[in-house]
């Protein structure tokens, strides 16, 4: 009689075509290989020696980036452990908007830790409860490492301490120029109440050309085209701004005009031109030199805006239109015709200035001295060059609008994460039971951070890396702010807070608690079970032209 193997029974629970994962093997080990695939991809853009990552994504637009954030928006992740670590990035980059790079790596790498603990045969539970220890404990100790404080966010020099690491991470080389840039503008529109500081008063206008060395911050808005008329320049100027086209209005529905002879068809033209005449007198009666609309400007319309001298300029993006809103503050129409007195806005400066060989128009208060908006113009001869610029300023901004709720600073380079390390070991070694591995572990994934930037920096990690411990285990906590030395002048160690190296510590801890809780979430999972996707009739094939056969 044959051997009656019997059938798995999940597959009648379900139609045809679901996929099955379960287990440790299976499903565990599985996700935490996925997520080592994703943390090693942007493992090697960390720090300021981070190489760039060339991606090319569905829509076919090439970007030359090492920002993570950047990284993983135009990647398109389809595994499902992995896009909980790119959804964790993204509420980092949401909440913080910097140190997202952090999330991505130390969740990779706390996995990478439990396979090994998994792998020995410890339980998944047991792995997440001694995880969820050690996490609650590394963010009690990072409250004790903070070494420094922005102490007033009116001081540039105090602005300066946090704005630098985080730029340095990004463009090495130029953070000097760029943070002062970044400064400059922060300072430009800092409120009298740093907490009310709005990330969205500082834009990035991109003119292409010149190096960046030639970039600089323009009180007021700076839009990337010239006005459309002759009219150039406006001082003390009532604004009017339309959301609707400035044309002869396009009726509804379709109507048809008998027209006997050529006077009736003459009279019939200067009818229009009569009643876009009355709108326009109006618009200048009432006091309005610039006009700014987000949609197109007709010929006729723009022969009145010129004889009753009215600049007018086209704003096309309507996030635009209402940042420029605020900064004059008027109320954006959408009828043509003359507004009233609260809807228009004022300006003390409208005037077109050229940068490059190309001509912008700047929008300028100089009667009030905090403008509300600066923009931050870069040059650059390319254009991925100029946006990777943007992007690092950018990072800039939002450590400090961190700061402004949170002003500690901790110590930079890896210098915080090898000093929790160290904490944590000593945590680890008096907690009894099982979970002092995953206490340890915990600790050891926090060193992934030194070694990286060692790594990506060319220098010899194994060899630095000892002599990092070397400088955190001293007696006291003369070592509490030994980190990376990028640069290696010295022996591979610097102390961070003599060399200005700081991380805003909102950001660290939001990054630290991120990873853990996205490292758990991942191994709570034991199977993953996966539809068939929906499938419709594929679409027809692009015919050609019948004659190019």
């Given at each position: 009689?044959?051997?009656?193997?019997?059938?798995?029974?999940?597959?009648?629970?379900?139609?045809?075509?679901?996929?099955?994962?379960?287990?440790?093997?299976?499903?565990?080990?599985?996700?935490?290989?996925?997520?080592?695939?994703?943390?090693?991809?942007?493992?090697?853009?960390?720090?300021?020696?981070?190489?760039?990552?060339?991606?090319?994504?569905?829509?076919?637009?090439?970007?030359?980036?090492?920002?993570?954030?950047?990284?993983?928006?135009?990647?398109?992740?389809?595994?499902?452990?992995?896009?909980?670590?790119?959804?964790?990035?993204?509420?980092?980059?949401?909440?913080?908007?910097?140190?997202?790079?952090?999330?991505?790596?130390l969740a990779g790498e706390l996995l990478k830790k439990a396979e090994h603990l998994l792998r020995l045969g410890l339980h998944p539970s047991e792995v997440i409860q001694g995880y969820e220890l050690a996490r609650d404990r590394a963010l009690e100790i990072l409250q004790?490492?903070?070494?420094?404080?922005?102490?007033?966010?009116?001081?540039?020099?105090?602005?300066?301490?946090?704005?630098?690491?985080?730029?340095?991470?990004?463009?090495?080389?130029?953070?000097?120029?760029?943070?002062?840039?970044?400064?400059?503008?922060?300072?430009?529109?800092?409120?009298?109440?740093?907490?009310?500081?709005?990330?969205?008063?500082i834009r990035v206008v991109k003119v292409m050309g010149s190096s960046v060395y030639d970039s600089k911050v323009v009180r007021g808005m700076v839009f990337g085209r010239e006005p459309e008329g002759p009219v150039q320049h406006a001082t003390k100027a009532k604004v009017?701004?339309?959301?609707?086209?400035?044309?002869?209005?396009?009726?509804?529905?379709?109507?048809?005009?008998?027209?006997?002879?050529?006077?009736?068809?003459?009279?019939?033209?200067?009818?229009?031109?009569?009643?876009?005449?009355?709108?326009?007198?109006?618009?200048?009666?009432?006091?309005?030199?610039?006009?700014?609309?987000?949609?197109?400007?007709?010929?006729?319309?723009?022969?009145?805006?010129?004889?009753?001298?009215?600049?007018?300029?086209?704003?096309?993006?309507?996030?635009?239109?209402?940042?420029?809103?605020?900064?004059?503050?008027?109320?954006?129409?959408?009828?043509?015709?003359?507004?009233?007195?609260?809807?228009?806005?004022?300006?003390?400066?409208?005037?077109?200035?050229?940068?490059?060989?190309?001509?912008?128009?700047?929008?300028?208060?100089?009667?009030?001295?905090?403008?509300?908006?600066?923009?931050?113009?870069?040059?650059?001869?390319t254009q991925n060059h100029m946006d990777d610029i943007e992007r690092a300023i950018d990072d800039g901004v939002n450590v400090i609008k961190a700061a402004t709720r949170d002003n500690r600073l901790l110590a930079g380079a890896g210098a915080t994460e090898m000093e929790?390390?160290?904490?944590?070991?000593?945590?680890?070694?008096?907690?009894?039971?099982?979970?002092?591995?995953?206490?340890?572990?915990?600790?050891?994934?926090?060193?992934?951070?030194?070694?990286?930037?060692?790594?990506?920096?060319?220098?010899?990690?194994?060899?630095?890396?000892?002599?990092?411990?070397?400088?955190?285990?001293?007696?006291?906590?003369?070592?509490?702010?030994?980190?990376?030395?990028?640069?290696?002048?010295?022996?591979?160690?610097?102390?961070?807070?003599?060399?200005?190296?700081?991380?805003?510590?909102?950001?660290?801890?939001?990054?630290?608690?991120?990873?853990?809780?996205?490292?758990?979430?991942?191994?709570?999972?034991?199977?993953?079970?996966?539809?068939?996707?929906?499938?419709?009739?594929?679409?027809?094939?692009?015919?050609?032209?019948?004659?190019?056969?």
């Amino acid at each position: 009689m044959a051997l009656r193997i019997p059938k798995s029974t999940l597959p009648q629970l379900f139609k045809e075509g679901y996929k099955f994962q379960q287990g440790v093997d299976e499903a565990v080990l599985r996700n935490i290989e996925a997520t080592g695939e994703l943390a090693e991809t942007v493992r090697t853009s960390m720090g300021p020696n981070g190489r760039n990552k060339m991606i090319i994504n569905h829509l076919e637009k090439l970007f030359v980036t090492n920002d993570a954030a950047t990284i993983i928006r135009e990647l398109d992740v389809v595994h499902p452990a992995a896009k909980l670590l790119v959804m964790a990035s993204q509420q980092q980059e949401a909440e913080i908007g910097d140190n997202t790079n952090l999330v991505i790596v130390l969740a990779g790498e706390l996995l990478k830790k439990a396979e090994h603990l998994l792998r020995l045969g410890l339980h998944p539970s047991e792995v997440i409860q001694g995880y969820e220890l050690a996490r609650d404990r590394a963010l009690e100790i990072l409250q004790d490492l903070t070494v420094s404080k922005v102490e007033d966010l009116t001081s540039a020099k105090e602005v300066r301490k946090i704005v630098k690491a985080a730029i340095g991470s990004k463009q090495f080389g130029h953070e000097d120029l760029l943070t002062d840039l970044v400064v400059e503008a922060a300072l430009n529109v800092m409120p009298k109440n740093p907490r009310d500081f709005n990330v969205d008063n500082i834009r990035v206008v991109k003119v292409m050309g010149s190096s960046v060395y030639d970039s600089k911050v323009v009180r007021g808005m700076v839009f990337g085209r010239e006005p459309e008329g002759p009219v150039q320049h406006a001082t003390k100027a009532k604004v009017a701004v339309f959301t609707c086209p400035l044309d002869i209005a396009q009726t509804e529905t379709k109507g048809t005009v008998l027209i006997h002879n050529a006077q009736e068809m003459l009279n019939f033209s200067k009818d229009e031109e009569k009643h876009m005449e009355k709108i326009f007198q109006e618009i200048a009666d009432a006091g309005v030199k610039v006009v700014v609309t987000g949609a197109g400007i007709g010929e006729l319309a723009q022969h009145y805006l010129n004889r009753f001298g009215i600049l007018s300029v086209k704003v096309l993006s309507k996030f635009d239109i209402r940042r420029l809103c605020r900064v004059v503050g008027a109320t954006a129409l959408a009828r043509l015709g003359a507004p009233m007195a609260e809807e228009m806005g004022y300006c003390d400066v409208v005037e077109t200035v050229e940068i490059g060989s190309d001509r912008v128009t700047v929008f300028r208060q100089e009667e009030n001295a905090k403008s509300r908006t600066t923009t931050i113009v870069i040059r650059g001869a390319t254009q991925n060059h100029m946006d990777d610029i943007e992007r690092a300023i950018d990072d800039g901004v939002n450590v400090i609008k961190a700061a402004t709720r949170d002003n500690r600073l901790l110590a930079g380079a890896g210098a915080t994460e090898m000093e929790l390390n160290k904490r944590l070991q000593a945590v680890a070694s008096k907690t009894p039971g099982l979970n002092q591995h995953s206490i340890k572990k915990f600790a050891e994934a926090l060193e992934v951070v030194p070694r990286t930037l060692f790594e990506n920096a060319g220098m010899d990690a194994t060899a630095n890396l000892s002599r990092l411990y070397a400088a955190h285990y001293k007696e006291g906590n003369s070592g509490l702010a030994v980190g990376v030395d990028v640069e290696e002048n010295n022996d591979g160690t610097l102390d961070a807070t003599k060399a200005g190296i700081y991380d805003s510590f909102p950001a660290k801890y939001n990054a630290i608690k991120l990873a853990a809780d996205t490292a758990i979430t991942v191994l709570r999972v034991d199977q993953i079970i996966m539809s068939k996707p929906a499938g419709g009739p594929k679409p027809p094939k692009q015919q050609g032209h019948w004659d190019d056969d």
